[in-house]
């Protein structure tokens, strides 16, 4: 398990904007697909977002067109820009980090957006 802190979780009125920020510990992190899930309360965790060491991207269907995802590998950071929210966007927004059989979870951060 390899340490992530995620942040940026606030809330916000519909068509507002957030950022949220995952670091990791350790090395390696440019080797890692990065991700962000979700999981709203009776829900069950459903991907967001995730990008692979390459750079390549991948978006929910729900999220496309608003939410971009993106990696500093300097600073073992992952980004979810968050824009024109909804209020079904409201969940705890979890980092994801992914390499073989490693695989690694944040704790978290709520994001309640108010109609």
């Known amino acids: 398990q390899v340490p992530l802190v995620e942040s940026g979780g606030d809330l916000v009125q519909a068509g507002g904007s957030l950022r949220l920020s995952c670091v990791a510990s350790?090395?390696?992190?440019?080797?890692?697909?990065m991700g962000w899930y979700r999981q709203a309360p009776g829900n069950e965790r459903e991907l967001v977002a995730d990008i692979t060491s390459g750079g390549s991207t991948n978006y929910a269907d729900s999220v496309k067109g608003r939410f971009t995802i993106s990696r500093d590998n300097a600073k073992n950071t992952v980004y979810l820009q968050m824009n024109s929210l909804k209020p079904e966007d409201t969940a705890k927004y979890y980092c994801?980090?992914?390499?073989?059989?490693?695989?690694?979870w944040g704790q978290g951060t709520q994001v309640t957006v108010s109609s």
């Open positions: 350790g090395r390696f992190f440019n080797l890692y697909r």
């Open positions: 994801n980090m992914r390499l073989a059989s490693q695989n690694s």
